[in-house]
Every structure is written in C-alpha cells, then in structure tokens.
C-alpha cells in the first residue's frame, strides 16, 4: 500500500525556518515534491526532484528560500523552508510519481499520490 506520510508543520514567526519530512511507504519514487493550498486558493506546486540527483525545481515564489531534498536510503523527502513569509501559510502536501518529473513538474494531475498534509503557519 503506498503511504505518503508528512510531518514537520507548526506555526513560526516570519523570517523562521521550518523542515518538512515526507516518508514514503515501500517504493522508490522517481519524482517526489510538495505541493500547498492555502484557504480559499488553489493549490500550487512548490518543489520537486527526480531520484538519483535528477533534475530540481522549484516555484518562482520560493526560490531561494526553500531548498527540497531526497535521502532515498530512508526513503524519506524534505523540504527545508528559510526566511518564511506570511503568504507561504498554507497545507502542505508530499506528492510522489512513477514517472520523471519533467517540464509539467507543476501539474497536480501528473501525480499519483498525495500525502494527507501538514499545516504550516506563518505569522507577521
């Protein structure tokens, strides 16, 4: 059974750091990234990465500031989040692929799995 299973949100003051861990259950993903909603938008994607060293991406709204990383030994992805802004308040989801992430990285729908989220709120 795949399992997705997010942990590391909380609530910090702007200009604070988090970490976020998703471990995945059983398989070796060949892309794994994060994806936010905040309430009342859409959701956006954030960050993604082929195994292996593979191709990285990330959002225009957080480059720079977050920095996305694979331990496929533990099977586990994070994404590390500096300097954090008010708008980065979101749920933030783990999405895993089969496939290669590639140039639609940022397509919700190229995904095969979701993760159940963790909250991360950023106070001004």
């Known amino acids: 059974q795949v399992r997705l299973v997010e942990s590391g949100g909380g609530s910090v003051q702007a200009g604070g750091s988090l970490r976020l861990s998703c471990a995945a259950s059983?398989?070796?993903?060949?892309?794994m990234g994060w994806f936010r909603q905040a309430p009342g938008k859409a959701s956006e994607a954030v960050a993604a990465?082929?195994?292996?060293?593979?191709?990285?991406y990330y959002a225009d709204s957080v480059k720079g500031r977050f920095t996305i990383a694979r331990d496929n030994a533990k099977n586990t992805l994070y994404l590390q989040m500096n300097t954090l802004k008010p708008e980065d308040t979101a749920m933030y989801y783990c999405?895993?692929?089969?496939?290669?992430?590639?140039?639609?990285?940022?397509?919700?729908?190229?995904?095969?799995?979701w993760g159940q989220g963790t909250q991360v709120t950023v106070s001004s």
């Open positions: 999405v895993a692929s089969w496939g290669k992430c590639g140039d639609y990285w940022y397509s919700g729908g190229r995904y095969d799995y």
């Open positions: 990465g082929d195994s292996a060293g593979g191709n990285i």
């Open positions: 059983g398989y070796i993903y060949n892309c």
